[in-house]
């Protein structure tokens, strides 16, 4: 599990977009080691997902712009889970190596 933030930094992020970017490269290399076997790794790495997140963060100011930001443009958490199914629904040798996936507003 990724994040849109593996794709794009911003100034006050740097932290948590260098640990979702480190997530796509231990994947990638997991993928390439796991070849002689045939396996398959995805990297999901969605937008604003309609979860609990705005709630959870307890920094002053920043829980409200977090929370403003999923009101107006968040993605339903089934949709999230369309795109995981999908990923593993394909045959054995096709491999889904990452969804990258936001909100349209």
């Given at each position: 599990?990724?994040?849109v933030a593996g794709h794009v930094a911003?100034?006050?992020g740097?932290?948590?977009c260098a640990t979702k970017i480190g997530i796509w490269v231990n994947v990638e290399a997991l993928r390439?080691?796991?070849k002689e076997w045939s396996g398959r790794t995805t990297i999901l790495s969605p937008g604003a997902v309609d979860t609990g997140l705005p709630q959870s963060i307890k920094a002053e100011g920043v829980s409200q712009m977090?929370?403003?930001f999923y009101a107006n443009s968040s993605i339903p958490?089934?949709?999230f889970a369309h795109a995981a199914v999908f990923a593993l629904r394909q045959p054995d040798n096709v491999g889904i190596?990452?969804?990258l996936f936001r909100p349209t507003a």
């Amino acid at each position: 599990m990724s994040s849109v933030a593996g794709h794009v930094a911003n100034p006050v992020g740097d932290v948590y977009c260098a640990t979702k970017i480190g997530i796509w490269v231990n994947v990638e290399a997991l993928r390439q080691e796991m070849k002689e076997w045939s396996g398959r790794t995805t990297i999901l790495s969605p937008g604003a997902v309609d979860t609990g997140l705005p709630q959870s963060i307890k920094a002053e100011g920043v829980s409200q712009m977090i929370a403003d930001f999923y009101a107006n443009s968040s993605i339903p958490a089934d949709s999230f889970a369309h795109a995981a199914v999908f990923a593993l629904r394909q045959p054995d040798n096709v491999g889904i190596n990452e969804i990258l996936f936001r909100p349209t507003a």
